[in-house]
Each structure stands twice: as C-alpha cells, then as structure tokens.
C-alpha cells in the first residue's frame, strides 16, 4: 500500500511561531502537494513540487514556503505563523507529471490551531 | 478559470437506500479526468472513482457508480445500498491541463441507521 505519512495529526503553535509540518511518501512518487482545508472551501493548493528542490506555488502560498531537499520528504514551513492560518493541512503525492488520470495519494492531515 | 461545484453541503440518506451526490464543473477543455474522493471521519482522503471525459459509459465501481453527462458538464455520484461506512465528506475533482486537481467544496454524507 501507498503510504503518505505526516509528522504530526494535530498541532498548537503560538502566533509568530515559525511552525514545520513533514510528509513523507514510500512509493517514490515524483509529485508532492500541500493542501489547506477550510469548511466550505474544498482543498486549496498552497505549494506542490514535481522534482527534489522543485517547487511551484499554488493558489494560496503567501504565508507559507517549503523545502524538497529529498524525493521521499515534503515539508511545509509557516514562516511566522498567525492566526487565520488555523485550519486542517493534507500532503498528497501522485506518481507521473504529465498524467491526467493518475490518483492522488493523503496522508492523514494535521490539524494546526494557532493562538 | 476552471472550477468544481458541489451544491450540496450536506445530505442524509437511510441506511440499505441509494443517495445521489452532486458535481458540475466548468472547463472548455475537450480531454479531462473527473474523481469523487472520499474523506472519512478519520480524514484520511481515498480515491472512490474516476471517469475519463472521452468514455462515454459511466464508471462502476462496485456500490457506486458515476453519472457522466459531459454536454451538461454534471458528474454526479450514486451510492447505492447505503452503508454506515459510506458516512464522510465527498469531494469531486477535475484535473486540467496542467496535471493539477481542481477541488470541489465537498458534500457531507450521513447514513441514518
């Protein structure tokens, strides 16, 4: 089975905390993907990466950077975490770019409270 | 821009009873891929199905099956013989041309024992 695992399900940071969450996939996928979860709003990407130190931002990045120093290893950094930044994060990872019907793989998700 | 419409926010269906769940989408692309994942209480997010926008018969996958109407640009989800299991958010995603998933608002789906 496919496995992506996030470091942690759930998480308290205080605002302006500089906040790290790790996903790790075991199925050599070339593309990784972090996700915001907000009620009503569906998945919102926020950054994704095709390739080791490949990354290109999605629909929400500002607030947020990453790192994909390894294949397997995704990590996600809020900079100087705030408030609104409270939600639930999903990594996914998807084998083959330039593939349409490829299914997407998630870890459990990690619910991130800031206060 | 390409967008998933989920209108439903939240259904409820009997056990054993068929519940159909909603999605349009809008794209001027000709060749695409539409997914309904499932996300149950545990979250953890699973593929349920898929349907490639040039087949013109409705995937099936066991308990659940797809309505492809691509004139209408409607892909809605039957579940039929409703279980407690089935109880999740269901979300409807559409990949485009640039390989990336594209997200519905999700539905929430109760199962009434």
């Known amino acids: 089975d496919v496995k992506v695992t996030q470091s942690s399900r759930y998480l308290v940071k205080r605002t302006g905390e500089k906040v790290f969450l790790e996903c790790v996939q075991d199925m050599d996928h070339e593309n990784m993907f972090w996700y915001r979860q907000d009620p009503g709003l569906g998945l919102r990407l926020i950054y994704f990466s095709y390739d080791v130190k490949m990354k290109e931002k999605g629909d929400i990045p500002e607030g947020y950077s990453v790192s994909r120093e390894k294949k397997e290893r995704f990590s996600l950094i809020l900079e100087s975490a705030s408030t609104n930044q409270t939600s639930m994060y999903l990594c996914a990872s998807r084998s083959r770019r330039n593939s349409m019907n490829t299914e997407a793989f998630f870890g459990q998700g990690t619910r991130l409270t800031v206060v | 821009a390409q967008t998933v419409t989920q209108s439903q926010p939240e259904m409820s269906v009997q056990e054993a009873e068929t519940v159909t769940l909603s999605c349009t989408y809008d794209?001027?692309?000709?060749?695409?891929?539409l997914f309904w994942y499932k996300q149950p209480p545990s979250r953890q997010m699973i593929l349920v199905i898929r349907?490639?926008?040039?087949k013109q018969q409705n995937a099936t996958e066991n308990r659940f099956s797809v309505n492809f109407q691509k004139a209408a640009k409607s892909f809605s989800l039957k579940i039929s013989d409703s279980q407690l299991g089935d109880a999740a958010m269901y979300f409807c995603a559409f990949v485009d041309s640039n390989y990336q998933l594209i997200w519905g608002a999700g539905t929430k789906l109760i199962i009434k024992p």
């Open positions: 349907q490639e926008a040039y």
């Open positions: 794209t001027s692309e000709s060749d695409y891929y």
